[in-house]
């Protein structure tokens, strides 16, 4: 009986005993994922992104003056315009861009008429007033006729110099002593000057034409050309650029006085930077025919090929000819540039994310696998306030774990990370 307890007993021990190891084999994992569920809450505090692709430009910051082939049109009289073109528009060679109706003073011009009318009648034995029983003359009738036809059609261009026709025709009382000059002329000489002032008598109107294809402007903002593209490259020194100012006149009116810009047209074929760098020592290895890449605010660079480098003074001007994206700079004559000096293939990062190790290596901190720190060194190429630029190896991405790459997940703040700590 005594036996047979002990055996009980016994058993009763050794299956507390495996069901005591069985709750500890059970609770080891648990305590584990407890201990990494917490860690990693922690860990998700950390602000991590992921490493940007970029091309990292080091450039060169210069002012850049456009030099244009243009021509300025300009009022041939006071009048009323009408605009056939909008600015930017593209026109062919002899397109009317626009035409003006004149409203000049021609007293002047029939004067001068006048006079010339009394030395034909007087050289014609024709001078003296006309008698008051005279009835108007056969050519008087014939252009009285003519203004009816022209009201009747009209034809106001006709209309108009009919009418200073039949002034003229009307003998006016003349001094002999105000022919003197144009009595020493030829009868043919006479007439040709009586044709020439007639003719711009009865202009009412002027049109203006393109003499050459390009592009149409109302923005005249050098209207005395000193940055002709057809100057000589020499003459753009570092001093004559740096003088010029930016004067823009009002064009594109409808109502203009005598001289004022109407319109100008731009050759867009091909058209030249003059770019003022303060210190010539960074341009060193530049020559003319070299190819150069420009940055003028947009994302797209412009391709140029220096022409000349005028230095003076310690300052430089590089003349530099382009063949593309006209459109897009033409309206500012005077703009900021840069000079892309080189191209580098990079990774951009947050500034705060480089770190040095216990050796003193830069690097940043990434995600690992399963979550632990891992220190990868970068090489540095730039640093601001806010990012940095790393280097990137050209070609194809570095395989996985073996560098920087664009799938990395960066610690932004590594301040008290430690290598092999779990972030996540």
Sequence with gaps: MERRKKRIRAKYRKRRRLLFLGLILLMIPLAFLAFSGFRRARARKLKTSQPKRVTYRSTLEGQAYLLLREKVYLAKGDGVVVYHAQEGDKVAKDYLVANMNLMNDNSKVKDQLVLIQAALDYKQNKGGAKSSDQGPSEEDINIM???????????????????????????QTVNISDLNDLLKLSTESL?????????????????????????????????KGLLDQDKDPEDFSPGYVASFEEKNLEAGKNHLSKKEPIYRLIDNLDWSMAI??????????????????????QEDLVTGEVQ???????????????????????????????????????????????????????????????????????????????????????????KRGQGLDLYDYVIGDPKGIKKEQIVN
């Design 191 to 223: 007439n040709e000057e009586k044709d020439r002032l007639s003719k711009k008598l009865s202009t009412t109107s002027a049109d203006y034409e393109a003499e050459f294809s390009g592009v149409v402007s109302f923005i005249v903002d050098d209207p």
């Design 308 to 398: 000349k480098i005028n230095k003076d003074h310690g300052q430089a001007v590089l003349v530099v000819e382009i063949q593309d994206n006209f459109y897009n700079y033409y309206q500012d004559r005077v703009q900021e540039v840069k000079l892309v000096k080189k191209e580098v293939p990079a990774y951009e990062i947050p500034a705060k994310a480089l770190i040095k190790n216990d050796k003193g290596q830069l690097g940043v901190y990434r995600e690992g696998v399963r979550g632990f720190v891992q220190f990868v060194p970068v090489d540095l190429i730039k640093r601001n306030k806010d990012k940095a630029y790393v280097l990137r190896p050209e070609g194809e991405d570095p």
């Design 276 to 297: 003022l760098i303060r210190d010539q020592d960074q341009i060193r290895g530049l020559a003319p025919g070299d190819k150069i890449q420009l940055n003028l605010g």
């Design 145 to 171: 006729r003519n203004i009816q036809k022209f009201i009747r059609d009209e034809d106001y261009e006709k209309l108009i110099a009919s009418i200073n026709s039949l002034d003229l025709n009307t003998k």
